[in-house]
C-alpha cells in the first residue's frame, strides 16, 4: 500500500551512528521532526539542530523548503544555522592561522544556504569579513613570503564567503566603505595576485558597479585601464572574462558624459574607467583583446562569448547620440561638411562670396548635390532631419569620403554620368544604409542576459562601424548595378542588400576584409539563387491532390516531431539559476524518465560535460501532476524578478510547470531552441498542441521533403486539378478469368 501523500519516507544521517529510516509526516511541524529524530539518538536541546540535505549543497531543510523532501533523500542532522553562524563566527576570529582558514573555508560552503547566511549577517558578519579585507590581513601580510600559498588561501576563502553571502541580496551593496573599496582594488592593481583571490576580487568590483550608482563612482577612480591590461594578457581566461566583466560593468553604469570624451585630454593607461569612448577606441585595449582573447588558442567558452557580445553591444550604443540627433539646417558647421563632401568628390574650392551671381552659385550647389544623390537638391541639410540615422549618416559620408577617397569620388561620378533613372543616390543610399545597419547590429538597445553574438571582426579595427558602412555601400553600388535598378527599385535593392549582409554575418566573418570577401561571392545572381532554391525547398503545391495529399501525412510528420520533443526532453537540459548577479556559475538539470512519466531535477555543482544520470537528480516530479505550462511574462519568476522582467530577451526564454495546486517549477531556457523544444515537449505531455515557431518549422522542413520524396517519381509530369473521370461500366464482364 503506497504511503499518505503527506508522508515522505527518508534516511537520516548523524555522525558515527548507523542511518535511519523514517517516514515524515509533512503536516506536523518541523520543530516536531527534529525533536523526534534528536530523541532516537539521545540527543538533548532540540532546538540547536536542524535538517540538510545531504549532497553538495548541504541546504538546510525549512517550512519554506520542506516540500522539496522527496521520497528516497538524503537527510543529515546537523547543528542548527543559527548555531553554525555562531560557533563560525567566533571561529573565524581564531589567533591560529590553521584554525582561522579551516573556519573560513567551511564559512565560503555554508554562505551558500540563505538559511545560514541570513543568520550569520544577523551576527554582523558581513561588517566583521569587510574589517578582516580592511586590516585584519595585515598582521599575515608579514608573513606571506614565507607562507604565500596559505595567505592566498586565506584571502581566497574570506572573499568567496563575502560574495556568496552578498549574492543573496540581503544587504545593500551601498554599505560598504572607500576603504574596504580601496583594498578589493589593490588586489586587482597588484601585478603578481593569488588567481582565486584576482577572481573574487573583479567579481565583487563588477558586483558593486552594478548594483551602486554611489560605488560606480569610488570604483571608477581606484581602476585604471593600464592596471587592467596584464589580466588580459594573461592565458587564464576565467580571469580575463571577470576583466572584461568589470570593464563592461563600468561602461554601462557610466553616466552619459563620461562615456563621450575628448580624445587628446585622456591619457590612456592612467585615465579612470569613466572616459570609457575613448578607452574603448583604443588600438591597444582593442588589439590586446583580439590577439590574447578573440585569437587566442583557448576556445572562447560561453561566459566570454557573452562578455564580448556586451562590450560590443555598449562600443556601438556609444553611436546612438549621433543616431538619435537631427541636423540644423542654420547649423555652419555642420553645413560645412556638406561642402566638404562635394569638395572631395568634385574636386572644387569653396567659392568667394563676389565669384558669380547668388543665382549662379546656388544653381551650381543645387546641381552638385543631385549628383551627390540628395533628395533634397536646394538645402540636402533637411535629409539628415530624419531619426534615425540622423547625424551618423553625415559622419558615415565624411569617414568614407576621407578615409577611401576613390571609391567615394569614383562611386559618385559613376552614378552622376549614368542617365538619370538608373543612378544610384549616394546620399539617400548613405541614410538608409546607416539605417539598416543600426537596425542589424541593434544599436541603442541593452545587451540581452543570454546571447553569445559577438563578432571578431569588429574588434579588427579602431573605427570597424564606419569601415562596416564604407564596405557596405560600396557593396549597395555593385548590387544597384547587377540589378540594373531604377529610383523606383530602391527598396527592392535595399531588401537584397541586407539579406546580402545578414548572410554574410552568419558566416561570423574573422576580419573585415574576410567579410568584404564573403560579400563578394553573394551577387545579386547568388542571392537570386538562393532564393530560388529555398523556394523549391519550400514551395507548396496548391493544387488539390498535393493538399490532399499534405493533409493525409501531417499527422505522421506531427507525431515524427513529437517524439523527437521527447526524446530530447529525455536527454535533459541544463539550465542557468539567473539572479541579480549574472555570472554565479549556478546550474541545475532537468530531464523526463524514458517512460516519460517523470520529469528528474536537481542542482549542480558545475556545467556538466554530458548526459546527467537520473539518479544523481534528488527531485522528482510526476508528469500526471503538471496542470499547466506557463510561459514569458505570465511565470512567477518573471514577476518576482523586476530586473529580469525589463530584458525582453529573458521573457521570451521564460516558462514555468504549475503542479499541485500553488507550486511552480521555473526555468529560463539557455536559448531560444531549447526553449521551444521544451514547451513543445511539455505541451505534448499533456496532450496539447505544438505550437513554437521551431515546430512550424520543422513542420514545413519535413512536409516539403516528404512531399518531394513521394513525389519524386512524377516529376515533370503535370498533375491534374481533378482526379480523371471513373470510366463507365463495361456491357459484359466475359474478360475476367476465373483462376478457380
Same mark, same amino acid.
Given at each position: 500500500?503506497?504511503?499518505?501523500?503527506?508522508?515522505?519516507?527518508?534516511?537520516?544521517?548523524?555522525?558515527?551512528?548507523?542511518?535511519?529510516?523514517?517516514?515524515?509526516?509533512?503536516?506536523?511541524?518541523?520543530?516536531?521532526?527534529?525533536?523526534?529524530?534528536?530523541?532516537?539518538?539521545?540527543?538533548?536541546?532540540?532546538?540547536?539542530?536542524?535538517?540538510?540535505?545531504?549532497?553538495?549543497?548541504?541546504?538546510?531543510?525549512?517550512?519554506?523548503?520542506?516540500?522539496?523532501?522527496?521520497?528516497?533523500?538524503?537527510?543529515?542532522?546537523?547543528?542548527?544555522?543559527?548555531?553554525?553562524?555562531?560557533?563560525?563566527?567566533?571561529?573565524?576570529?581564531?589567533?591560529?592561522?590553521?584554525?582561522?582558514?579551516?573556519?573560513?573555508?567551511?564559512?565560503?560552503?555554508?554562505?551558500?544556504?540563505?538559511?545560514?547566511?541570513?543568520?550569520?549577517?544577523?551576527?554582523?558578519?558581513?561588517?566583521?569579513?569587510?574589517?578582516?579585507?580592511?586590516?585584519?590581513?595585515?598582521?599575515?601580510?608579514?608573513?606571506?613570503?614565507?607562507?604565500?600559498?596559505?595567505?592566498?588561501?586565506?584571502?581566497?576563502?574570506?572573499?568567496?564567503?563575502?560574495?556568496?553571502?552578498?549574492?543573496?541580496?540581503?544587504?545593500?551593496?551601498?554599505?560598504?566603505?572607500?576603504?574596504?573599496?580601496?583594498?578589493?582594488?589593490?588586489?586587482?592593481?597588484?601585478?603578481?595576485?593569488?588567481?582565486?583571490?584576482?577572481?573574487?576580487?573583479?567579481?565583487?568590483?563588477?558586483?558593486?558597479?552594478?548594483?551602486?550608482?554611489?560605488?560606480?563612482?569610488?570604483?571608477?577612480?581606484?581602476?585604471?585601464?593600464?592596471?587592467?591590461?596584464?589580466?588580459?594578457?594573461?592565458?587564464?581566461?576565467?580571469?580575463?572574462?571577470?576583466?572584461?566583466?568589470?570593464?563592461?560593468?563600468?561602461?554601462?553604469?557610466?553616466?552619459?558624459?563620461?562615456?563621450?570624451?575628448?580624445?587628446?585630454?585622456?591619457?590612456?593607461?592612467?585615465?579612470?574607467?569613466?572616459?570609457?569612448?575613448?578607452?574603448?577606441?583604443?588600438?591597444?585595449?582593442?588589439?590586446?583583446?583580439?590577439?590574447?582573447?578573440?585569437?587566442?588558442?583557448?576556445?572562447?567558452?560561453?561566459?566570454?562569448?557573452?562578455?564580448?557580445?556586451?562590450?560590443?553591444?555598449?562600443?556601438?550604443?556609444?553611436?546612438?547620440?549621433?543616431?538619435?540627433?537631427?541636423?540644423?539646417?542654420?547649423?555652419?558647421?555642420?553645413?560645412?561638411?556638406?561642402?566638404?563632401?562635394?569638395?572631395?568628390?568634385?574636386?572644387?574650392?569653396?567659392?568667394?562670396?563676389?565669384?558669380?551671381?547668388?543665382?549662379?552659385?546656388?544653381?551650381?550647389?543645387?546641381?552638385?548635390?543631385?549628383?551627390?544623390?540628395?533628395?533634397?537638391?536646394?538645402?540636402?541639410?533637411?535629409?539628415?532631419?530624419?531619426?534615425?540615422?540622423?547625424?551618423?549618416?553625415?559622419?558615415?559620408?565624411?569617414?568614407?569620403?576621407?578615409?577611401?577617397?576613390?571609391?567615394?569620388?569614383?562611386?559618385?561620378?559613376?552614378?552622376?554620368?549614368?542617365?538619370?533613372?538608373?543612378?544610384?543616390?549616394?546620399?539617400?543610399?548613405?541614410?538608409?544604409?546607416?539605417?539598416?545597419?543600426?537596425?542589424?547590429?541593434?544599436?541603442?538597445?541593452?545587451?540581452?542576459?543570454?546571447?553569445?553574438?559577438?563578432?571578431?571582426?569588429?574588434?579588427?579595427?579602431?573605427?570597424?562601424?564606419?569601415?562596416?558602412?564604407?564596405?557596405?555601400?560600396?557593396?549597395?553600388?555593385?548590387?544597384?548595378?547587377?540589378?540594373?535598378?531604377?529610383?523606383?527599385?530602391?527598396?527592392?535593392?535595399?531588401?537584397?542588400?541586407?539579406?546580402?549582409?545578414?548572410?554574410?554575418?552568419?558566416?561570423?566573418?574573422?576580419?573585415?576584409?574576410?567579410?568584404?570577401?564573403?560579400?563578394?561571392?553573394?551577387s545579386y545572381t547568388e542571392i537570386l539563387k538562393i532564393r530560388q532554391s529555398e523556394r523549391m525547398n519550400q514551395e507548396d503545391f496548391q493544387s488539390r491532390p498535393i493538399l490532399e495529399l499534405r493533409e493525409k501525412i501531417q499527422p505522421e510528420i506531427m507525431e515524427l516531431i513529437k517524439q523527437q520533443r521527447l526524446n530530447r526532453l529525455c536527454d535533459g537540459t541544463c539550465f542557468r539559476k539567473i539572479s541579480s548577479r549574472r555570472r554565479q556559475d549556478k546550474f541545475w538539470y532537468c530531464? &523526463?524518465?524514458?517512460?516519460?512519466?517523470? $520529469?528528474?531535477?536537481? %542542482? !549542480? #555543482?558545475?556545467?556538466?560535460?554530458? @548526459?546527467? *544520470?537520473?539518479?544523481?537528480?534528488?527531485?522528482?516530479?510526476?508528469?500526471?501532476?503538471?496542470?499547466?505550462?506557463?510561459?514569458?511574462?505570465?511565470?512567477?519568476?518573471?514577476?518576482?524578478?523586476?530586473?529580469?522582467?525589463?530584458?525582453?530577451?529573458?521573457?521570451?526564454?521564460?516558462?514555468?510547470?504549475?503542479?499541485?495546486?500553488?507550486?511552480?517549477?521555473?526555468?529560463?531556457?539557455?536559448?531560444?531552441?531549447?526553449?521551444?523544444?521544451?514547451?513543445?515537449?511539455?505541451?505534448?505531455?499533456?496532450?496539447?498542441?505544438?505550437?513554437?515557431?521551431?515546430?512550424?518549422?520543422?513542420?514545413?522542413? &519535413?512536409?516539403?521533403?516528404?512531399?518531394? $520524396?513521394?513525389?519524386? %517519381? !512524377? #516529376?515533370?509530369?503535370?498533375?491534374? @486539378?481533378? *482526379?480523371?473521370?471513373?470510366?463507365?461500366?463495361?456491357?459484359?464482364?466475359?474478360?475476367?478469368?476465373?483462376?478457380?
Open positions: 500500500m503506497p504511503p499518505p501523500a503527506d508522508t515522505v519516507k527518508v534516511a537520516i544521517e548523524w555522525p558515527g551512528a548507523f542511518p535511519k529510516l523514517m517516514e515524515i509526516d509533512q503536516k506536523k511541524p518541523l520543530s516536531a521532526i527534529i525533536k523526534e529524530v534528536c530523541e532516537g539518538w539521545s540527543l538533548g536541546n532540540h532546538e540547536n539542530f536542524a535538517l540538510q540535505i545531504a549532497d553538495a549543497t548541504n541546504f538546510y531543510i525549512t517550512e519554506k523548503n520542506r516540500n522539496d523532501i522527496k521520497n528516497g533523500s538524503i537527510l543529515r542532522l546537523t547543528t542548527s544555522p543559527y548555531q553554525t553562524a555562531i560557533q563560525l563566527h567566533e571561529r573565524i576570529q581564531s589567533s591560529s592561522m590553521d584554525a582561522k582558514l579551516e573556519s573560513l573555508k567551511d564559512l565560503a560552503n555554508a554562505s551558500r544556504d540563505i538559511t545560514f547566511a541570513q543568520e550569520f549577517i544577523n551576527l554582523d558578519g558581513i561588517s566583521l569579513l569587510t574589517l578582516m579585507v580592511e586590516s585584519g590581513t595585515e598582521r599575515y601580510q608579514k608573513l606571506q613570503k614565507i607562507m604565500k600559498p596559505c595567505f592566498g588561501d586565506l584571502l581566497s576563502f574570506t572573499l568567496t564567503a563575502f560574495v556568496e553571502l552578498m549574492d543573496h541580496g540581503i544587504v545593500s551593496w551601498d554599505t560598504f566603505s572607500v576603504a574596504f573599496i580601496k583594498k578589493i582594488a589593490s588586489y586587482v592593481n597588484k601585478s603578481a595576485m593569488d588567481t582565486a583571490v584576482l577572481q573574487r576580487s573583479l567579481a565583487i568590483l563588477e558586483s558593486m558597479v552594478l548594483n551602486s550608482q554611489d560605488l560606480y563612482h569610488k570604483v571608477a577612480q581606484e581602476i585604471t585601464i593600464g592596471q587592467l591590461i596584464p589580466h588580459l594578457q594573461g592565458t587564464d581566461q576565467d580571469i580575463q572574462t571577470y576583466t572584461i566583466a568589470v570593464i563592461n560593468a563600468l561602461f554601462l553604469k557610466a553616466p552619459e558624459e563620461k562615456r563621450q570624451v575628448d580624445e587628446h585630454i585622456v591619457d590612456i593607461l592612467n585615465c579612470p574607467l569613466t572616459e570609457m569612448a575613448h578607452i574603448l577606441a583604443q588600438k591597444q585595449l582593442r588589439s590586446i583583446i583580439l590577439s590574447n582573447v578573440i585569437r587566442s588558442s583557448t576556445p572562447i567558452n560561453d561566459e566570454m562569448a557573452h562578455q564580448l557580445y556586451v562590450l560590443q553591444v555598449l562600443t556601438f550604443n556609444l553611436l546612438e547620440d549621433r543616431m538619435m540627433t537631427k541636423m540644423d539646417p542654420q547649423d555652419q558647421a555642420q553645413r560645412d561638411i556638406i561642402f566638404e563632401l562635394r569638395r572631395i568628390a568634385f574636386d572644387v574650392e569653396c567659392e568667394p562670396n563676389n565669384s558669380g551671381s547668388i543665382e549662379k552659385r546656388k544653381s551650381m550647389y543645387t546641381r552638385d548635390y543631385k549628383k551627390l544623390g540628395f533628395i533634397n537638391h536646394v538645402n540636402p541639410a533637411v535629409d539628415f532631419t530624419q531619426i534615425p540615422p540622423g547625424m551618423l549618416a553625415l559622419d558615415n559620408m565624411l569617414y568614407f569620403a576621407r578615409h577611401h577617397q576613390d571609391a567615394y569620388i569614383r562611386i559618385v561620378l559613376e552614378n552622376s554620368s549614368r542617365e538619370d533613372k538608373h543612378e544610384c543616390p549616394f546620399g539617400r543610399s548613405s541614410i538608409e544604409l546607416t539605417k539598416m545597419l543600426c537596425e542589424i547590429l541593434k544599436v541603442g538597445e541593452l545587451p540581452s542576459e543570454n546571447c553569445h553574438d559577438f563578432h571578431p571582426m569588429f574588434f579588427t579595427h579602431d573605427r570597424s562601424f564606419e569601415e562596416f558602412f564604407c564596405i557596405c555601400i560600396q557593396l549597395l553600388n555593385k548590387t544597384w548595378k547587377e540589378m540594373r535598378a531604377t529610383s523606383e527599385d530602391f527598396n527592392k535593392v535595399m531588401q537584397v542588400v541586407r539579406e546580402q549582409i545578414m548572410r554574410a554575418l552568419t558566416l561570423k566573418p574573422n576580419s573585415l576584409d574576410q567579410f568584404k570577401s564573403r560579400l563578394q561571392n553573394l530531464r &523526463l524518465s524514458p517512460n516519460h512519466k517523470v $520529469l528528474h531535477y536537481g %542542482d !549542480l #555543482e558545475e556545467s556538466p560535460q554530458g @548526459e546527467v *544520470p537520473h539518479d544523481s537528480l534528488q527531485d522528482k516530479l510526476p508528469v500526471a501532476d503538471i496542470k499547466a505550462v506557463i510561459t514569458g511574462k505570465d511565470c512567477p519568476h518573471m514577476k518576482e524578478k523586476g530586473a529580469l522582467k525589463q530584458n525582453k530577451e529573458v521573457l521570451e526564454l521564460a516558462f514555468s510547470v504549475l503542479y499541485e495546486s500553488d507550486e511552480y517549477l521555473n526555468f529560463i531556457a539557455p536559448d531560444k531552441h531549447e526553449y521551444c523544444v521544451w514547451t513543445d515537449g511539455l505541451n505534448a505531455l499533456l496532450g496539447k498542441e505544438m505550437t513554437s515557431d521551431y515546430t512550424k518549422s520543422d513542420m514545413d522542413t &519535413l512536409l516539403s521533403m516528404e512531399m518531394k $520524396l513521394r513525389l519524386l %517519381d !512524377l #516529376e515533370n509530369i503535370q498533375i491534374p @486539378e481533378a *482526379p480523371p473521370p471513373i470510366p463507365k461500366e463495361p456491357s459484359n464482364y466475359d474478360f475476367v478469368y476465373d483462376c478457380n
